[in-house]
């Protein structure tokens, strides 16, 4: 089980040069945890040891979580929806097994925005998602492959709770 004052941590472990914030938040978009590495002036305030910056650059880190949340719960839904369709084009077994279960995983959505590359991924069964922001020029490849691994161990931390309830 994932202790909160892990949570940093662990997202930190995918941060460097080229991914330079990772974000935990609920598909609802609350924020559970977030590391960032390098502070882009743009998306961030400058850091001093004001609390009033502070609280702003949290309040930006739990806004951005909020939106990116947001917009892949919308693109979750639509994969679920055009699934659904019945249409000329053979089902795959693993595609049948999610209609039945009536909901789906996002792999990774990868996006390209003013702030850089965001990559998404799901933690499984959890509603919780795993939001990656990367310089524009990272690799997709290697992007993806974190954000992906990441959210495997995120899912695994959290199977404890899911068996005790």
Same mark, same amino acid.
């Given at each position: ?65 909020? /939106?990116?949340?947001? #917009? %892949?719960?919308?693109?979750?839904? +639509? !994969?679920?929806?055009? =699934?659904? $369709? ?42 919780? /998602?795993?939001?990656? #922001? %990367?310089?524009?020029?990272?690799? +997709? !490849?290697?992007?993806? =492959?974190? $954000? ?18």
């Amino acid at each position: 089980m994932i202790r909160s004052t892990r949570i940093p941590p662990i997202l930190n472990r995918i941060c460097d040069d080229t991914i330079h914030s990772a974000l935990l938040v609920t598909a609802d978009g609350e924020l559970l945890g977030a590391s960032t590495r390098k502070c882009s002036p743009s998306l961030f305030p400058a850091s001093s040891s004001d609390s009033s910056s502070l609280a702003s650059s949290t309040s930006a880190i739990e806004n951005l979580g909020t /939106l990116i949340a947001d #917009i %892949a719960v919308d693109y979750q839904r +639509l !994969g679920e929806e055009y =699934a659904a $369709i019945d249409g000329p084009y053979s089902v795959s077994l693993h595609q049948q097994q999610q209609q039945r279960s009536g909901k789906s995983q996002l792999q990774c959505l990868l996006m390209d925005l003013e702030l850089g590359l965001v990559a998404v991924s799901s933690c499984g069964s959890f509603d919780c /998602l795993v939001i990656a #922001i %990367a310089s524009p020029t990272a690799p +997709l !490849g290697v992007v993806k =492959a974190r $954000i992906q691994t990441l959210s495997v161990y995120v899912q695994e931390s959290l199977s404890p709770l899911a068996e005790n309830s």
